[in-house]
C-alpha cells in the first residue's frame, strides 16, 4: 500500500480476500450513512411510531432497499467509468453544473445553521449554561476545524466513534422500553393504515441521506478503491451502511410506538428533547443522559459527514467547471481529479468555511421566506434528479461493461425516480 504526498490520502491497495479481510476495510458506507441519518430523520420516525405503532416498520425496510440501491450505483460508476460524479454529470451537459452549483449554495447556508443547531440542542440539555446557539457554534467550528486538518482516515475515525455511541444510545433506548416483539414482525407486513400514507413516503423517502449520497464515490476513492476489482466490496461496505442506518431507524420507531404511543410529539429536533424528558420521567435522569449524548452524536456525526463529503463534492464542481471542453469526453479524470481538487484545496477549505460560518447568523434570525422556498425547491429535485441521472449513465457506454446496471438495479432505481419524483412534486405545491 502507498500513499499519495499531494493529498495524504491512501492510493489503491490490494483488493481484500475473505469476509474478514473485506470487513477491516469498511469505512465509506457508515461514513454515508451516518452523515445522512439527522435528528430530524430520527424525529420524523420517532412521530411515525407514536401515531401508527409497528405498523410502518415495513416502510423502513423499503426505504432502506432503496437508498442501498442508490448508494451502489453511485459507487458504481466511481469504480468503473472513470471519472468522478461530477465528471459524469458534466456529461449530461453545463446546466447540470450550473443546478448543482445553485443547489450546492443555498443548501449549504440553510443547512449548515440547521445542523449547528441540532448538534447544539443536546448539549445546552445536557449543560444549560450556555446558550443553545452558541453551543450550536462550538460544534461548528468543531466540524471545520477538523475536516481542515484531518484526512480522511482521521475523520472515518471519527465518524466510526460517533455512529458507536448512536448504537449504543439507540438501540438501548429500544431495549430498554420493551418492544412488543410479535407486533414488530407483524409490522413488517406491508399495510396502510388510515391516514398514513404521507408518514410511508416520509419513511421510504428519508433512510439516509439527499446530496450526501452523492459523496459516497468520492469516500471510496479516498479510501483508495479505484478500479471495478473494488466492486464486491463497495458492495459490502454500502450494504453494511444503510444496514446500521435501517437499525437506528427501526429502533426510534419502535421508542416511538412504545413511549410516547398518544403523546402529542414535538415536530422539530425539539422533539428528541421531549423524548428525553420522557424517558427521565419513567425511568429517572440515567436514562436522559446517555440517550442525549447518543442525540448529539447522530447530529455532530450528520454535521462532520457534510462538512467533509458535500465540501469534496464542490471542490469537484469547480474542477468540473474549469475542465476544458475536450476533457468532457475523456475516459481518464481521476487522476485529474486526485492532484486538482479534494482535501487541502482552496475551494474545499472554502466551501467549509461557507458552511460553518455565514450561517451563525440564521441562528439569531428564523429563515428568511425566500431563502427557505428557494431551499426547499432545490433540494425537492435532487433526489429525482439523482435517481435519473444513474439510470441515464449506468445505462451507457460511459462505464465498463461490468459496471452497467442489470435489471434488478435499474428496476430499483426506476422506483427510486418515482418516488422521489412524486414527493418532490408534493413538496413543490407546498412550497408555492
Same mark, same amino acid.
Given at each position: 500500500?502507498?500513499?499519495?504526498?499531494?493529498?495524504?490520502?491512501?492510493?489503491?491497495?490490494?483488493?481484500?480476500?475473505?469476509?474478514?479481510?473485506?470487513?477491516?476495510?469498511?469505512?465509506?458506507?457508515? &461514513?454515508?450513512?451516518?452523515? $445522512?441519518?439527522?435528528?430530524?430523520?430520527?424525529?420524523? =420516525?420517532? !412521530?411515525?411510531?407514536?401515531?401508527?405503532?409497528?405498523?410502518?416498520?415495513?416502510?423502513?425496510?423499503?426505504? =432502506?432497499?432503496?437508498?442501498?440501491?442508490?448508494?451502489?450505483?453511485?459507487?458504481?460508476?466511481?469504480? =468503473?467509468?472513470?471519472?468522478?460524479?461530477?465528471?459524469?454529470?458534466?456529461?449530461? $451537459?453545463?446546466? !447540470?453544473?450550473?443546478?448543482?452549483?445553485?443547489?450546492?449554495? !443555498?443548501?449549504?447556508? !440553510?443547512?449548515?445553521?440547521?445542523?449547528?443547531?441540532?448538534?447544539?440542542?443536546?448539549?445546552?440539555?445536557?449543560?444549560?449554561?450556555?446558550?443553545?446557539?452558541?453551543?450550536?457554534?462550538?460544534?461548528?467550528?468543531?466540524?471545520?476545524?477538523?475536516?481542515?486538518?484531518?484526512?480522511?482516515?482521521?475523520?472515518?475515525?471519527?465518524?466510526?466513534?460517533?455512529?458507536?455511541?448512536?448504537?449504543?444510545?439507540?438501540?438501548? =433506548?429500544?431495549?430498554?422500553?420493551?418492544?412488543?416483539?410479535?407486533?414488530?414482525?407483524?409490522?413488517?407486513?406491508?399495510?396502510?393504515?388510515?391516514?398514513?400514507?404521507?408518514?410511508?413516503?416520509?419513511?421510504?423517502?428519508?433512510?439516509?441521506?439527499?446530496?450526501?449520497?452523492?459523496?459516497?464515490?468520492?469516500?471510496?476513492?479516498?479510501?483508495?478503491?479505484?478500479?471495478?476489482?473494488?466492486?464486491?466490496? &463497495?458492495?459490502?461496505?454500502?450494504?453494511?451502511?444503510?444496514?446500521?442506518?435501517?437499525?437506528?431507524?427501526?429502533? &426510534?420507531?419502535?421508542?416511538?410506538?412504545?413511549?410516547?404511543?398518544?403523546?402529542?410529539?414535538?415536530?422539530?429536533?425539539?422533539?428528541?428533547?421531549?423524548?428525553?424528558?420522557?424517558?427521565?420521567?419513567?425511568?429517572?435522569?440515567?436514562? +436522559?443522559?446517555?440517550?442525549?449524548?447518543?442525540?448529539?452524536?447522530?447530529?455532530?456525526?450528520?454535521?462532520?459527514?457534510?462538512?467533509?463529503?458535500?465540501?469534496?463534492?464542490?471542490?469537484?464542481?469547480? +474542477?468540473?467547471?474549469?475542465?476544458?471542453?475536450?476533457?468532457?469526453?475523456?475516459?481518464?479524470?481521476?487522476?485529474?481529479?486526485?492532484?486538482?481538487?479534494?482535501?487541502?484545496?482552496?475551494?474545499?477549505?472554502?466551501?467549509?468555511?461557507?458552511?460553518?460560518?455565514?450561517?451563525?447568523?440564521?441562528?439569531?434570525?428564523?429563515?428568511?421566506?425566500?431563502?427557505?422556498?428557494?431551499?426547499?425547491?432545490?433540494?425537492?429535485?435532487?433526489?429525482?434528479?439523482?435517481? $435519473?441521472?444513474?439510470?441515464?449513465?449506468?445505462?451507457?457506454?460511459?462505464?465498463?461493461?461490468?459496471? +452497467?446496471?442489470?435489471?434488478?438495479?435499474?428496476?430499483?432505481?426506476?422506483?427510486?425516480?418515482?418516488?422521489?419524483?412524486?414527493?418532490?412534486?408534493?413538496?413543490?405545491?407546498?412550497?408555492?
Amino acid at each position: 500500500m502507498s500513499s499519495d504526498p499531494r493529498h495524504g490520502e491512501v492510493a489503491e491497495p490490494e483488493v481484500p480476500v475473505g469476509l474478514k479481510a473485506k470487513v477491516r476495510q469498511i469505512g465509506p458506507g457508515i &461514513m454515508a450513512a451516518a452523515t $445522512g441519518v439527522g435528528a430530524g430523520d430520527l424525529v420524523a =420516525t420517532m !412521530v411515525a411510531g407514536s401515531r401508527y405503532g409497528y405498523a410502518l416498520l415495513w416502510a423502513v425496510i423499503v426505504g =432502506t432497499i432503496f437508498k442501498i440501491a442508490l448508494g451502489e450505483a453511485v459507487g458504481r460508476w466511481h469504480l =468503473t467509468s472513470g471519472r468522478t460524479m461530477l465528471s459524469g454529470w458534466r456529461t449530461l $451537459g453545463r446546466w !447540470v453544473l450550473v443546478y448543482f452549483g445553485a443547489y450546492a449554495v !443555498v443548501w449549504g447556508f !440553510v443547512y449548515g445553521a440547521t445542523a449547528m443547531s441540532a448538534s447544539g440542542l443536546p448539549l445546552n440539555a445536557l449543560f444549560p449554561a450556555i446558550d443553545v446557539r452558541y453551543w450550536a457554534m462550538i460544534c461548528g467550528v468543531a466540524g471545520f476545524v477538523l475536516v481542515w486538518f484531518g484526512r480522511y482516515a482521521v475523520i472515518e475515525k471519527v465518524m466510526t466513534v460517533l455512529v458507536g455511541v448512536m448504537f449504543v444510545a439507540v438501540v438501548g =433506548t429500544a431495549i430498554l422500553v420493551t418492544p412488543n416483539l410479535v407486533e414488530t414482525f407483524e409490522g413488517f407486513v406491508p399495510r396502510l393504515p388510515d391516514g398514513s400514507f404521507v408518514y410511508v413516503l416520509g419513511l421510504i423517502g428519508g433512510v439516509g441521506g439527499t446530496i450526501t449520497m452523492a459523496a459516497y464515490g468520492y469516500w471510496t476513492l479516498a479510501k483508495g478503491w479505484r478500479s471495478s476489482g473494488w466492486l464486491s466490496m &463497495m458492495r459490502l461496505d454500502n450494504t453494511t451502511g444503510y444496514v446500521t442506518t435501517a437499525i437506528f431507524v427501526v429502533a &426510534m420507531l419502535i421508542v416511538g410506538a412504545e413511549l410516547l404511543a398518544g403523546h402529542n410529539v414535538i415536530d422539530g429536533d425539539e422533539g428528541l428533547l421531549m423524548l428525553g424528558n420522557t424517558l427521565a420521567a419513567d425511568y429517572g435522569q440515567w436514562a +436522559r443522559i446517555p440517550f442525549l449524548v447518543g442525540f448529539w452524536a447522530v447530529s455532530f456525526s450528520s454535521l462532520v459527514g457534510v462538512w467533509n463529503g458535500v465540501s469534496l463534492l464542490f471542490a469537484d464542481w469547480w +474542477r468540473t467547471w474549469r475542465l476544458p471542453r475536450y476533457a468532457v469526453g475523456e475516459a481518464e479524470e481521476l487522476s485529474d481529479y486526485d492532484h486538482r481538487a479534494g482535501i487541502g484545496s482552496p475551494v474545499f477549505r472554502g466551501y467549509a468555511a461557507w458552511l460553518t460560518f455565514p450561517p451563525m447568523a440564521l441562528l439569531f434570525l428564523d429563515q428568511p421566506f425566500q431563502l427557505t422556498v428557494a431551499y426547499g425547491a432545490l433540494g425537492a429535485l435532487f433526489m429525482p434528479f439523482l435517481a $435519473g441521472t444513474l439510470l441515464f449513465l449506468l445505462n451507457s457506454n460511459r462505464v465498463e461493461r461490468v459496471g +452497467r446496471s442489470g435489471w434488478l438495479s435499474n428496476t430499483l432505481l426506476t422506483m427510486c425516480l418515482a418516488l422521489f419524483g412524486y414527493l418532490a412534486v408534493d413538496e413543490l405545491i407546498g412550497l408555492f
